[in-house]
């Protein structure tokens, strides 16, 4: 039994991912070959925020010696700020850059025997359909037209998760241990203090509890009521191994398998 089929206390597996393949050029950023053997899934840039056609080689050949499932992760097309400017498009324009973005990295797992698993969105274009029906419904409608059965990851509880279904599209809920949350839900802008987690046992202790006890506590104090799927580590955080590491041997420890959905 997963998540998906799960009330809080009953979880007994979980995936963990995180956005990688995020370098560009001569451009670094994360280390996926540390982080990757932690993970039982990425989300890898597909050129539009982050990544390019080499680097997406290597991201999908590491993947692979890993055993790591790869999802396309499209974002703004926003190279200088990495996908993290809500850029204003219409819902056509959101629908063809998700679907291009898709299409260009699954060419990359087909030459080397690998299938999609998910598409993500990144950054600015992920928090924009938390709170925009149409940008929502635009990523949906591309995902379900590129494969009906294709998962499409969400924040968990949000507006993106009522969107997809209603679509028809599968939606895997999605929650962040090393995020800080808004009392509504929502992910806390990084602009605010304290809104990246970067103590390990922090996120740890988080992880455990948004998924045997379904709450996490908000920015704010609240508690905030989650039921994920797949738990989130940023690759762009300085402290994501340890973080991924720490998460993986609490949710071992108690008693929740570690597996891609």
């Known amino acids: 039994m997963t998540a998906a089929a799960s009330e809080p206390g009953e979880v007994t597996a979980v995936d963990i991912n995180a956005d990688a393949g995020e370098s560009f050029g001569v451009?670094?950023?994360?280390?996926?070959?540390?982080?990757?053997?932690?993970?039982?899934?990425?989300?890898?840039?597909?050129?539009?925020?982050?990544?390019?056609?080499?680097?997406?080689?290597?991201?999908?050949?590491?993947?692979?010696?890993?055993?790591?499932?790869?999802?396309?992760?499209?974002?703004?097309?926003?190279?200088?700020?990495?996908?993290r400017r809500d850029i204003e498009a219409t819902p056509d324009q959101v629908y063809a850059d998700v679907l291009y973005q898709i299409g260009a990295l699954s060419a990359f797992l087909r030459a080397q025997d690998m299938t999609l698993h998910h598409v993500k969105p990144h950054g600015a274009l992920y928090n924009r359909s938390t709170r925009n029906a149409d940008t929502a419904r635009a990523i949906a409608e591309a995902v379900r037209d590129y494969d009906?059965?294709?998962?499409?990851?969400?924040?968990?509880?949000?507006?993106?998760?009522?969107?997809?279904?209603?679509?028809g599209t599968r939606v895997v809920r999605e929650a962040f241990p090393d995020r800080?949350?808004?009392?509504?839900?929502?992910?806390?802008?990084?602009?605010?203090?304290?809104?990246?987690?970067?103590?390990?046992?922090?996120?740890?202790?988080?992880?455990?509890?948004?998924?045997?006890?379904?709450?996490?506590?908000?920015?704010?104090?609240?508690?905030?009521?989650?039921?994920?799927?797949?738990?989130?580590?940023?690759?762009?955080?300085?402290?994501?191994?340890?973080?991924?590491r720490a998460i993986g041997d609490a949710l071992t420890a108690a008693g929740v398998r570690v597996a891609a959905y």
């Not at 998962?151 to 949000?158: D, F, I, M, Q, R």
């Not at 992910?187 to 379904?214: F, N, Q, T």
């Not at 709450?215 to 402290?239: K, S, Y």
């Open 27 to 83: 451009w670094r950023m994360g280390s996926d070959e540390a982080l990757f053997p932690h993970l039982t899934s990425v989300n890898l840039a597909a050129g539009f925020h982050a990544g390019d056609p080499r680097q997406m080689r290597a991201a999908v050949a590491l993947a692979k010696q890993h055993g790591v499932a790869v999802g396309a992760h499209p974002g703004f097309p926003d190279l200088v700020g990495f996908g």
């Open 148 to 167: 009906r059965d294709l998962p499409l990851v969400v924040l968990a509880g949000s507006m993106s998760e009522d969107v997809g279904r209603d679509v």
């Open 180 to 244: 800080a949350y808004l009392a509504d839900g929502r992910l806390a802008p990084r602009s605010m203090e304290g809104a990246l987690v970067r103590d390990a046992g922090k996120a740890a202790e988080r992880a455990v509890a948004m998924l045997l006890e379904g709450r996490v506590v908000a920015h704010d104090g609240q508690e905030v009521p989650v039921q994920a799927e797949t738990l989130c580590i940023h690759g762009d955080n300085a402290e994501a191994t340890d973080i991924a």
